[in-house]
């Protein structure tokens, strides 16, 4: 595979995750920036590379796909999303050349008038009009969770998120408490019309809620873009309805009568009685749109709800329409992003957090500071790079903590004062935090510092990690096992009863003990059994997922356990193999062979056989290329087993029969094949090589 495409390859599998942590579980690991940043990449390799772009490309798609429970939601127009564009801060700016624009503003200057040198952007699009100053609406980039809403005859219908922007969840029973939203508009538009704009805490609210949920005993939420997702989602509207929520409207889906103007549509929506935000401007050109864009940012840590930006949007609806679509966005709106808010308060301790792969990682407990909005008590310090190196952390350093999106707040730098030079470094433990056992560390890579890991060795020892392999195989995407949660894997572990996966299936064998053990009883131990009874039919993939090969995700995990059909296929795959499965990147492959060239881990799969796990390989699919179709396999295939083979058959619809007949379609030979090949050629049987094979598998050959 070219250097090319298998980082073609890396940055879809690596997007499509981003991705779903964002949509899905609302639990963002990178910010906007840096996942822009990759998409860019991926955008200009599939550019050079079009016979590499995969099919499941985020670059095709405008977000990811809903959960199970909610009911789909179908935007008849897409809700599509903006291009972006960064104001430069401080020290980030470029100065102005002959090829840039330079300043804080130059990603507005490129995308009104293109670059000084490579004349693009709107005024070339528009042709000759550009003498003319373009109109536009400011408006601020409201933090909150899109949402469509539907009125017909002007009653409100129904609502959802935006999804993937084609299809998103139904959420109409929530949206109905929010009190801002108008259940019937004003002057009745007939037909049907649909609304967009955000749902979002305000900031006094969010305080407000999170104080009365310290004071019943409940966890505070940290974030109000996170918090406003997962209540818009409950399933009970009850949930929703005391939650201080907001609806601000600010662009149309279907709207047969709409305004010839942006900034008529906001005034429409006003009179039809939703909130539209008071910082909107209409604006004569550029300059004046870059002093309202300045305006609104000026005021961010005063406004009652957070902003990560500015949009700018051309006014006038026929110029909108001149301009048109790229790939996935408007080109005649841009979402302006303003850098980050940051703010400085002091370190109280670095706390070395083990995680469920042994991973030691650094986190800053700072005194409670406000950021954008919210109150930040712990800050991410990455890793031992950025810890040691990059930031030269000391004990009692004032930090500066950054807080981007809904990513976890980091720590940027440490502010220099006098004395701080005499205060002692902050280094790793020499020893695991958690179990005591003296931590390794992945070998350096020069070029890539921050990729060095420290890990405590100890996986079947250490108690985090115990807990946290054993609550990851029992958790829902996983083997599912119902009632096992955070505190009964951690009595378990405690009272010596599970260290490993494989221990929780002789728990039967245990009951007694089990029984006794603290506040759990008769009735929760034999629902436990069973449901770990249960758990002993999930399917292949799912227990290659709960096994917790390191990159190994749901997805991974489905195309593993199609490509291979058995655990022992893919337990003998060399790297090669592997990175031949699709949308598998050579990352990826290494990690897995290196999973299972571990003796441990192939003991605990053997041990997990044992206990009667089945790893139900995947169904064969019905009406598959190969339905109805018997294949006979004979002889040593060159490249795989016949395990794999015979997976491939199954899953393509074919049936594999041990003995061949006059019902046999195709015998596959391998080196070394006997007497089914001497019988094939003596019914007629057509006789297939591995290559063969795969291409009647594949439907290229019949
Ligand atoms: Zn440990």
Redesign the pocket.
């Known amino acids: 595979m070219s250097d090319a495409v298998s980082r073609i390859n890396w940055l879809t599998d690596e997007l499509n995750r981003h991705n779903r942590l964002y949509h899905e579980r609302n639990a963002p690991e990178i910010t906007d920036l840096a996942y822009d940043a990759l998409f860019r990449e991926l955008e200009a390799l599939e550019a050079e590379n079009p016979g590499a772009v995969r099919a499941d490309s985020p670059t095709r798609k405008v977000g990811s796909s809903p959960v199970a429970e909610l009911k789909p939601f179908v935007h008849t127009v897409p809700m599509l999303s903006l291009q972006n564009g960064y104001r430069r801060a401080a020290g980030e700016e470029a100065e102005p050349s002959p090829d840039r624009w330079g300043g804080p503003y130059e990603d507005l200057f490129d995308w009104e008038r293109g670059k000084p040198t490579r004349p693009g952007g709107l005024r070339r699009l528009l042709g000759g009009g550009a003498a003319a100053a373009i109109r536009y609406v400011v408006e601020p980039k409201l933090d909150g969770l899109a949402m469509e809403l539907v009125y017909e005859n002007g009653e409100f219908v129904s609502g959802g998120t935006r999804g993937d922007g084609v299809t998103g969840e139904e959420v109409t029973h929530n949206l109905r408490t929010i009190t801002n939203l108008p259940r019937r508009l004003a002057g009745a538009p007939a037909g049907r019309v649909s609304v967009r704009g955000e749902v979002l805490f305000d900031l006094a609210g969010f305080e407000r809620m999170n104080a009365e949920r310290e004071a019943r005993g409940e966890k505070r939420f940290e974030n109000p873009r996170n918090s406003a997702a997962g209540t818009i989602r409950q399933l009970d509207p009850e949930m929703c309805r005391g939650r201080p929520l907001q609806f601000f409207a600010h662009s149309a889906g279907e709207h047969p009568d709409a305004p010839a103007s942006h900034w008529e549509l906001l005034a429409q929506f006003a009179a039809w009685g939703f909130t539209v935000s008071p910082l909107c401007r209409r604006c004569e050109g550029l300059e004046e749109a870059i002093e309202a864009i300045a305006a609104i940012e000026a005021r961010r840590s005063d406004l009652p709800y957070e902003i990560d930006g500015a949009v700018i949007k051309v006014d006038d609806v026929a110029l909108q329409e001149e301009l048109g679509f790229v790939t996935r966005s408007p080109r005649w709106a841009l979402a302006f992003k303003y850098p980050p808010p940051q703010v400085s308060t002091r370190l109280a301790n670095v706390l070395f957090s083990?995680g469920r792969t042994g991973q030691v990682t650094p986190v800053a407990q700072v005194e409670p500071a406000r950021v954008g909005g919210v109150t930040v008590r712990n800050a991410s310090l990455h890793n031992e790079h950025q810890m040691q190196r990059v930031l030269g952390l000391r004990h009692g350093d004032r930090l500066i903590i950054q807080r981007a999106g809904d990513v976890i707040p980091e720590v940027v730098g440490a502010v220099e004062e006098p004395g701080r030079e005499e205060r002692p470094l902050i280094t790793y433990p020499e020893a695991?935090p958690?179990?005591g056992?003296a931590l390794v560390r992945s070998l350096s890579d020069e070029a890539r510092p921050e990729m060095v890991q420290i890990r405590?060795p100890?996986t079947f020892g250490?108690p985090?990690?115990v807990e946290g392999a054993l609550r990851h195989f029992a958790s829902r995407l996983a083997m599912d096992i119902e009632g096992l949660g955070e505190k009964l894997v951690a009595q378990l572990v405690g009272a010596g009863l599970a260290r490993r996966p494989s221990e929780l299936y002789r728990l039967a064998e245990r009951r007694a003990e089990l029984v006794a053990m603290e506040r759990l009883g008769e009735t929760s131990a034999r629902n436990l059994i069973e449901a770990l009874e249960r758990s002993k039919d999930r399917p292949l993939d799912r227990v290659l997922m709960a096994l917790g090969i390191p990159t190994v995700g749901e997805s991974t995990a489905r195309d593993l356990a199609r490509f291979f059909g058995s655990i022992e296929a893919l337990m003998e795959a060399s790297v090669e193999r592997l990175d031949e499965v699709p949308n598998v990147a050579l990352t990826t492959a290494t990690a897995i062979h290196g999973f299972f060239a571990d003796a441990d881990n192939r003991a605990e799969v053997a041990a997990l056989r044992a206990a009667g796990v089945r790893f139900v390989p995947p169904p064969a699919t019905v009406g598959g290329p190969l339905a109805g179709k018997t294949f006979v396999l004979t002889g040593t295939l060159p490249s795989m087993g016949r395990d794999e083979m015979k997976a491939r058959i199954e899953a393509a619809g074919g049936k594999v029969a041990g003995s061949v007949s006059k019902k046999t379609d195709y015998v596959v030979a391998g080196a070394e094949a006997g007497s089914k090949l001497e019988k094939a050629v003596e019914l007629g049987v057509s006789i297939l090589d591995e290559a063969g094979a795969l291409a009647v598998i594949s439907g290229e050959q019949s």
């Open positions: 083990v695991c958690e179990c056992h405590c100890n250490c985090a990690q």
